[in-house]
Protein backbone atom coordinates (compact mmCIF):
# COMPACT_ATOMS: atom_id res chain seq x y z
CA UNK A 1 0.00 0.00 0.00
CA UNK A 2 1.07 3.35 -0.68
CA UNK A 3 1.90 5.78 2.12
CA UNK A 4 -0.91 8.11 1.64
CA UNK A 5 -3.12 4.42 2.01
CA UNK A 6 -1.42 3.66 4.84
CA UNK A 7 -2.12 6.90 6.68
CA UNK A 8 -5.51 7.00 5.70
CA UNK A 9 -6.30 3.96 8.16
CA UNK A 10 -4.72 5.71 10.87
CA UNK A 11 -7.44 6.62 13.02
CA UNK A 12 -7.92 10.24 15.10
CA UNK A 13 -10.14 12.36 17.42
CA UNK A 14 -8.72 15.70 16.65
CA UNK A 15 -10.67 18.28 16.83
CA UNK A 16 -9.10 21.89 15.86
CA UNK A 17 -9.52 25.11 16.95
CA UNK A 18 -11.97 27.14 14.06
CA UNK A 19 -8.70 29.70 14.37
CA UNK A 20 -6.09 27.31 14.44
CA UNK A 21 -7.27 25.31 11.62
CA UNK A 22 -7.73 28.75 9.33
CA UNK A 23 -4.37 29.37 9.89
CA UNK A 24 -3.25 25.38 8.92
CA UNK A 25 -5.44 25.58 5.61
CA UNK A 26 -4.44 29.40 4.87
CA UNK A 27 0.14 27.70 5.78
CA UNK A 28 -0.83 24.54 3.49
CA UNK A 29 -2.47 25.96 0.67
CA UNK A 30 -0.12 29.15 0.38
CA UNK A 31 2.83 26.59 0.26
CA UNK A 32 1.55 24.33 -2.69
CA UNK A 33 0.48 27.52 -4.47
CA UNK A 34 3.66 28.80 -4.65
CA UNK A 35 5.31 24.86 -5.95
CA UNK A 36 1.65 25.76 -8.83
CA UNK A 37 0.08 22.42 -7.11
CA UNK A 38 -3.30 24.39 -5.57
CA UNK A 39 -5.91 24.87 -7.97
CA UNK A 40 -9.68 25.24 -7.27
CA UNK A 41 -9.29 24.82 -3.61
CA UNK A 42 -7.31 21.68 -4.31
CA UNK A 43 -3.83 20.98 -3.43
CA UNK A 44 -2.35 18.23 -5.92
CA UNK A 45 -6.19 16.77 -6.58
CA UNK A 46 -7.35 16.76 -2.76
CA UNK A 47 -9.84 19.06 -1.26
CA UNK A 48 -7.95 21.51 1.84
CA UNK A 49 -10.56 19.26 4.40
CA UNK A 50 -8.82 16.62 3.40
CA UNK A 51 -5.59 17.31 3.51
CA UNK A 52 -6.20 18.92 7.14
CA UNK A 53 -7.54 15.21 8.21
CA UNK A 54 -4.14 13.58 6.77
CA UNK A 55 -2.48 16.43 9.16
CA UNK A 56 -4.76 15.35 12.19
CA UNK A 57 -3.50 11.33 11.79
CA UNK A 58 -0.18 12.13 11.13
CA UNK A 59 -0.34 14.57 13.91
CA UNK A 60 -1.95 12.36 16.72
CA UNK A 61 -0.17 9.33 15.50
CA UNK A 62 3.33 10.61 14.51
CA UNK A 63 6.78 9.63 16.66
CA UNK A 64 10.27 12.20 17.27
CA UNK A 65 12.58 10.40 15.94
CA UNK A 66 15.78 10.94 18.14
CA UNK A 67 19.15 9.48 18.67
CA UNK A 68 21.04 7.88 21.14
CA UNK A 69 21.30 11.26 23.44
CA UNK A 70 16.97 11.43 22.92
CA UNK A 71 18.49 14.74 20.67
CA UNK A 72 15.19 14.94 18.03
CA UNK A 73 15.83 14.34 14.65
CA UNK A 74 12.82 13.96 12.58
CA UNK A 75 9.16 12.72 12.80
CA UNK A 76 8.52 8.96 11.36
CA UNK A 77 5.35 7.53 11.09
CA UNK A 78 4.50 3.63 12.63
CA UNK A 79 1.27 1.97 12.15
CA UNK A 80 2.10 -0.47 14.66
CA UNK A 81 3.56 1.62 17.57
CA UNK A 82 1.30 4.42 17.19
CA UNK A 83 -1.81 2.08 18.22
CA UNK A 84 -0.01 2.11 22.00
CA UNK A 85 -1.51 4.05 24.39
CA UNK A 86 -0.20 6.49 26.95
CA UNK A 87 0.39 6.62 30.10
CA UNK A 88 2.46 9.59 32.07
CA UNK A 89 4.27 6.84 33.94
CA UNK A 90 4.57 3.77 31.42
CA UNK A 91 5.96 0.71 31.32
CA UNK A 92 7.77 1.02 27.33
CA UNK A 93 10.13 3.61 26.19
CA UNK A 94 10.77 4.13 22.09
CA UNK A 95 14.30 4.08 21.29
CA UNK A 96 15.00 4.06 17.39
CA UNK A 97 17.63 1.75 15.11
CA UNK A 98 19.36 4.55 12.90
CA UNK A 99 21.66 3.61 9.96
CA UNK A 100 22.44 6.08 7.34
CA UNK A 101 20.21 5.78 3.74
CA UNK A 102 17.68 3.82 5.83
CA UNK A 103 14.33 4.81 7.51
CA UNK A 104 15.01 4.53 10.95
CA UNK A 105 13.67 1.43 12.89
CA UNK A 106 11.60 2.33 15.87
CA UNK A 107 11.94 -0.34 19.21
CA UNK A 108 9.76 -0.16 22.01
CA UNK A 109 11.30 -1.91 25.34
CA UNK A 110 9.99 -2.42 28.55
CA UNK A 111 11.38 -0.68 31.72
CA UNK A 112 9.24 -2.64 34.38
CA UNK A 113 7.99 -5.91 34.93
CA UNK A 114 4.58 -6.22 32.71
CA UNK A 115 2.48 -9.09 33.45
CA UNK A 116 0.12 -10.92 31.21
CA UNK A 117 -2.96 -9.07 30.52
CA UNK A 118 -1.31 -5.62 31.35
CA UNK A 119 -1.74 -2.94 28.84
CA UNK A 120 1.57 -2.06 26.99
CA UNK A 121 2.02 1.83 27.57
CA UNK A 122 3.93 4.62 26.32
CA UNK A 123 4.17 7.97 27.07
CA UNK A 124 3.25 10.54 24.14
CA UNK A 125 5.08 13.82 26.04
CA UNK A 126 7.71 15.07 28.22
CA UNK A 127 7.21 12.76 31.51
CA UNK A 128 8.96 15.83 33.32
CA UNK A 129 6.00 17.97 34.00
CA UNK A 130 3.49 18.92 37.01
CA UNK A 131 0.17 17.06 36.69
CA UNK A 132 -1.65 20.27 35.20
CA UNK A 133 0.99 20.56 32.56
CA UNK A 134 1.16 17.33 31.35
CA UNK A 135 -3.05 17.06 31.11
CA UNK A 136 -3.06 20.44 29.30
CA UNK A 137 -0.53 19.21 26.38
CA UNK A 138 -1.98 15.97 25.96
CA UNK A 139 -5.79 17.52 25.96
CA UNK A 140 -4.67 20.15 23.06
CA UNK A 141 -2.31 17.66 21.12
CA UNK A 142 -4.28 14.97 21.25
CA UNK A 143 -7.96 15.82 22.49
CA UNK A 144 -8.03 13.37 25.67
CA UNK A 145 -7.94 13.52 29.42
CA UNK A 146 -5.39 11.64 31.06
CA UNK A 147 -6.78 9.27 33.19
CA UNK A 148 -3.43 6.97 34.22
CA UNK A 149 -2.76 6.27 37.53
CA UNK A 150 -0.46 8.91 38.06
CA UNK A 151 -2.79 11.41 36.94
CA UNK A 152 -6.06 9.98 38.68
CA UNK A 153 -4.28 10.80 42.05
CA UNK A 154 -3.69 14.27 43.45
CA UNK A 155 -0.74 15.43 43.05
CA UNK A 156 1.08 16.88 46.24
CA UNK A 157 2.00 20.45 46.32
CA UNK A 158 5.73 19.19 47.15
CA UNK A 159 5.57 17.24 43.70
CA UNK A 160 4.56 19.79 41.40
CA UNK A 161 7.14 22.58 42.91
CA UNK A 162 9.99 19.43 42.23
CA UNK A 163 8.52 19.02 38.52
CA UNK A 164 8.80 22.87 37.68
CA UNK A 165 12.09 23.14 39.89
CA UNK A 166 13.65 19.80 37.86
CA UNK A 167 12.12 21.25 34.65
CA UNK A 168 13.82 24.93 35.37
CA UNK A 169 17.38 22.94 36.52
CA UNK A 170 17.24 20.79 33.12
CA UNK A 171 16.77 24.09 30.39
CA UNK A 172 19.22 26.33 32.57
CA UNK A 173 22.05 23.10 32.75
CA UNK A 174 21.53 22.76 28.87
CA UNK A 175 21.72 26.37 27.90
CA UNK A 176 24.99 26.68 30.05
CA UNK A 177 26.50 23.52 28.45
CA UNK A 178 25.26 25.09 24.92
CA UNK A 179 27.33 27.79 26.33
CA UNK A 180 29.99 26.12 27.73
CA UNK A 181 29.96 27.71 31.04
CA UNK A 182 30.49 23.95 32.78
CA UNK A 183 31.30 25.10 35.97
CA UNK A 184 27.80 26.49 36.24
CA UNK A 185 25.97 23.49 34.47
CA UNK A 186 27.78 21.15 36.74
CA UNK A 187 26.71 22.82 39.92
CA UNK A 188 23.12 23.57 38.27
CA UNK A 189 22.66 19.67 37.36
CA UNK A 190 24.21 18.19 40.37
CA UNK A 191 20.70 18.12 41.76
CA UNK A 192 18.84 16.60 38.95
CA UNK A 193 19.55 13.14 38.94
CA UNK A 194 18.29 12.85 42.65
CA UNK A 195 14.90 14.63 41.93
CA UNK A 196 14.34 12.31 38.59
CA UNK A 197 14.92 9.29 40.93
CA UNK A 198 12.23 10.43 43.10
CA UNK A 199 10.43 11.26 40.47
CA UNK A 200 10.58 8.63 37.89
CA UNK A 201 11.54 4.57 37.42
CA UNK A 202 15.42 4.72 37.86
CA UNK A 203 15.43 2.72 34.57
CA UNK A 204 13.43 5.50 32.67
CA UNK A 205 16.30 6.77 29.69
CA UNK A 206 15.97 10.45 30.27
CA UNK A 207 17.47 9.44 34.13
CA UNK A 208 20.72 8.01 32.35
CA UNK A 209 20.95 10.92 30.13
CA UNK A 210 21.10 12.88 33.11
CA UNK A 211 23.79 11.40 34.69
CA UNK A 212 25.53 11.40 31.40
CA UNK A 213 25.22 14.80 31.11
CA UNK A 214 26.75 15.45 34.99
CA UNK A 215 29.65 13.00 33.49
Not at 20 to 37: D, W
Amino acid sequence: PSLKEDIEKLIHDYVPDPDRYAILVQMVASGFNSLGLCSGGKIAGQTLDFIHNLFCRINQNSFTVADAEIQPLGVGMYGLASTVNHACVPNTVSSFIINRGRFPVITMRTISDVNVGVEITNSYIDVISDKSTRMSSLLADYNFTCTCPLCSSKEDPSTTTMYRSLKAARELGSQCIDDADYTRALSVLRTTPEMLESLLPRNFPVVGIEFMKLA
